[in-house]
């Protein structure tokens, strides 16, 4: 049969293919003491053809190069080179890879196996240059569709595909009508990762060490087990749900948290988080993840070069999984879990704001105190500083950008935030609460900034009339329609905050 995987980048899915491969190949030796040496199994030995697609493909010439080299690999790994396949030498790789596969089947009529780890890798990696994608997508199509006709032609037993992404509209999917899809099969939901079963049945002997680092080092309680360990490595990888039933812990981290004894975001920091920032820029004004998304079942199974959307490739990715099913076919999502939520938002904050650790650590520091005390000064001095910071990023001003801006800011600094929260009477812009002691309402008005309004006092004296002006407007708003009413009664005080721009020039704030 056919069979396509998707997983994020480092859960495994390398290792089932070269697992595959050595079951393929009939090395038993290699799986003494696992189940299937005991199964009925007969480790007969078939011809395998595995291809990585990682590698160069920042031109057509440079991935059509690659993709022939791991042809040459794989002819060499059967114990045959491409001059004995009889190949012209400019042969597109598709028609190597049937005379590769046609030479291993024949004369004894044994089917061959074809295994294909990181598929969409050159469409993935050229996800920032849309044409550089479509450039890199119709090779890959040419190549895949040559799969098809194996398939057709009865010369495969098995093809097996694994990736990140599922594109639509690539041939591997629109051409193979037998292609079973296992990404969101239940049967198959924790064919990746370690469940809390396992990770207990596995690794409970390498846990003691880190106990005793953690107790050391001040970081847990002294008088904390190893229940209260397993909480919170739980709590920092788990999460990751195909199926809403099941949930599995992130492997690389877990592995590595196990090695290094040390709890941090492994996954997360083992590559470049440059597809989060590509997708994240793509949101123009709105730098945020998204909370909580609704998506369909659909949606969430292929997406298109052509129409990117945030929050399918965020999930294929990694960065959000399946929190609940809420009909046949629509699921909610969230962040799996702290490590992904930390470690996010933390790459959020330095790339809006362009500065280092310390800088960005005083900023949250300013704010928190400037909210503790109700400082509307401090609260617009620091509001500023983030327009500065934000400066040597080319966004036009507007308020949509300022409300997306400050927002996303405050999420990722680590306040509790909610984006235009809904009230009987409208909606207003942020709603920021301390715990169950405050809640803050926030509403914020732009006016455009321009040279014409001169320099010097006359200018300084426009742009605080029209400061006064919108602080005005958004305080009259914040009362005619009530929006702070329905908070009174959940926390102990409600403060209504005004917040004006003209431009990336000048802030204002009242809290009262």
């Known amino acids: ?23 393929l190949k009939g090395n038993r030796e290699l799986f003494k003491g696992l189940w299937i040496d005991s199964s009925d199994y007969n480790f ?12 160069s493909c920042d031109s057509k010439a440079a991935l059509l190069d690659s993709i022939k080299t791991q042809l040459d690999k794989a002819a060499q790994y059967n114990g045959l080179s491409l001059n004995e396949l009889d190949i012209e030498k400019d042969s597109p790789p598709g ?7 046609s030479k291993l089947y024949y004369p004894e009529r044994v089917r061959v196996a074809i295994l294909i780890d990181e598929y969409d890798a050159p469409i993935q990696k050229a996800i920032g240059d849309v044409a550089q994608a479509k450039i890199n997508r119709g090779v890959l199509s040419d190549f895949y569709s040559s799969i098809k006709s194996l398939v057709d032609d009865d010369m495969t037993g098995l093809v097996f595909v694994t990736g990140v992404t599922k594109f639509a ?17 239940s049967e198959y939901n924790a064919i990746c990762g370690f469940t809390l079963e396992e990770f207990r049945g596995y690794f409970l002997d390498y846990l003691p060490g880190i106990l005793e680092r953690y ?19 739980v709590g920092y990888y788990d999460g990751y749900s195909w199926d809403v039933k099941t949930r599995v812990l992130n492997p690389y981290s877990i592995i590595q948290a196990l090695e290094q004894k040390k709890l941090k975001a492994h996954w997360f920091s083992s590559g470049a988080p440059s597809l989060l920032m590509t997708l994240l820029k793509r949101e123009g004004s709105r730098f945020s993840f998204p909370e909580n998304p609704q998506m369909s079942e659909t949606s969430l199974a292929a997406v298109d070069i052509k129409n990117l959307k945030l929050t399918p490739l965020l999930f ?29 938002d933390k790459s959020l904050v330095k790339y809006l704001l362009g500065q280092r650790d310390i800088s960005i650590a005083k900023l949250r520091e300013r704010i928190g105190k400037a909210l503790e005390v109700y400082d509307s000064a401090a609260l617009a001095a620091s509001f500023q500083e983030i327009l500065l910071w934000n400066s040597h990023r080319e966004l036009k001003a507007c308020e949509g950008q300022c409300h997306g801006l400050i927002f ?19 909606v207003f812009d942020i709603l920021l609460t301390l715990g169950k002691r405050v809640a803050f309402v926030f509403e914020l008005k732009y006016e455009s900034f321009s040279a014409a309004l001169g320099q010097g006092e006359e200018g300084a004296k426009k742009i605080e009339e029209m400061l006064k002006a919108a ?42």
């Open 471 to 512: 602080i005005k407007e958004a305080k009259d708003q914040i009362q005619r329609r009530d929006y702070d009413a329905k908070y009174g009664p959940e926390y102990g005080v409600v403060k209504k905050v005004a917040v004006a721009f003209v431009g990336k020039a000048r802030v204002a704030v009242e809290i009262y």
């Open 316 to 344: 294929q990715t990694g960065y959000l999984t399946i929190d609940k099913k809420l009909s046949r076919d629509s699921y909610l999502l969230r962040r799996p879990n702290k490590e992904v939520s930390e470690a996010t």
């Open 169 to 185: 509209k690539a041939s591997i999917f629109s051409g193979f009508n037998n292609l079973f899809d296992m990404t969101l099969n």
């Open 44 to 55: 007969k030995k078939y011809p395998v053809v595995t291809l990585n697609m990682v590698g």
């Open 408 to 426: 996303s800011v405050l999420k990722a600094l680590g306040f509790s935030v909610i984006t235009q929260p809904v009230t009987v009477e409208g």
């Open 215 to 233: 107790k050391s080092n001040g970081f847990i309680p002294p008088e904390a087990d190893l229940d209260y360990l397993i909480e919170e490595i």
């Open 95 to 101: 028609n190597i890879l049937i005379k590769l596969v």
């Open 1 to 23: 049969g056919c069979y396509f995987l998707s997983r994020p980048r480092r859960f495994g899915k390398s290792l089932i293919i070269g697992a595959l491969a050595e079951l």
